[in-house]
């Protein structure tokens, strides 16, 4: 397999590398876990951790890539690396630089922030290395996400409340469900359907919502909506590439349970904005895959 970079690496070839398509996701839990922390959410450190949470994104995009490189060379031989876009040597610099560069950052933001930021890269570089070796890979795929709902909260508060926690957890497991699924792709077939319980975790914790008026039980009804479209696809599988269309789908669909909690603690506003997270998500899905 051929490692080596053309001369000139573009801009197409990174954005592919760090599957850019997915950060409004990561911005949306940045702003769930900021506001359930009881944080102002267009504050400056708000926008600092968000900042972070999108490097720690593309570094274990980045990474994924390089530690995948040979599997993709028989798999997904259009990936950068085995399509000789860009050296592996390359990609790993760039994913451990982008790694370091989100530590410092939530450094900056003080001690528990700090401690959330170097857990959190234990776990991206933890799946990165290991995920095609252990079963429970896609938890350790979740507490990655929770971790961003953990390292929003220290940021805005210093501490991470039951509040954020026990959204933070449903969230994961709604993400490991995805994983499990996504590592179905290439089979176009989901095979034990069990996991897929994992994907209704948010619905308990963001039930609150319909404790806050018709308009924000409106969000948890879009949320049930989208979730319940994305199994019939991955049950059904009524078409050639369901099982790839529902991951997508529910990719998208962190920002739709991001945007039910926070309708839940009455975040109208900010409930609205993880929405616009759910529909650039879908939109920049047709750019750049998302898997």
């Avoid at 702003?31 to 490097?55: E, H, K, N, Q």
């Avoid at 897929?196 to 308990?204: E, I, K």
């Amino acid at each position: 397999m051929s490692v080596l970079a053309s001369p000139g690496v573009s801009l197409a070839t990174l954005l592919r590398l760090g599957r850019v398509s997915n950060l409004p996701t990561v911005w949306t839990n940045v702003l769930a876990g900021t506001v359930l922390a009881g944080g102002d959410w267009r504050s400056g450190r708000a926008g600092l951790v968000l900042v972070a949470m999108s490097l720690f994104y593309a570094a274990g995009m980045y990474l994924n890539d390089y530690f995948d490189r040979a599997v993709d060379a028989r798999e997904r031989p259009a990936r950068p690396i085995p399509a000789g876009e860009i050296s592996a040597a390359a990609v790993a610099a760039a994913g451990a630089a982008l790694l370091a560069c989100a530590v410092a950052l939530m450094a900056t933001t003080g001690t528990m922030a700090a401690v959330v930021g170097l857990l959190l890269a234990l776990f991206i570089v933890g799946y990165d290395v290991h995920h095609k070796d252990v079963p429970w890979a896609p938890l350790v795929m979740g507490g990655c996400r929770a971790l961003v709902y953990c390292g929003a909260a220290a940021t805005a508060a210093g501490a991470i409340s039951t509040h954020v926690l026990f959204p933070a957890l449903a969230c994961a497991a709604y993400v490991a469900g995805i994983t499990y699924a996504a590592s179905r792709e290439s089979t176009d077939k989901i095979g034990s359907l069990w996991p897929l319980v994992l994907l209704a975790a948010p619905l308990l914790p963001a039930s609150v919502a319909l404790l806050q008026g018709t308009l924000a039980s409106a969000f948890y009804a879009a949320l049930i909506l989208w979730l319940a479209c994305a199994v019939y696809l991955l049950v059904k599988r009524p078409r050639a590439g369901a099982v790839s269309r529902a991951v997508g789908w529910l990719i998208a669909g962190i920002s739709l349970v991001d945007a039910a909690f926070l309708a839940g603690a009455g975040a109208i506003a900010a409930a609205c904005w993880a929405v616009v997270g759910f529909a650039a998500t879908l939109a920049l899905h047709k750019q750049i895959a998302g898997t």
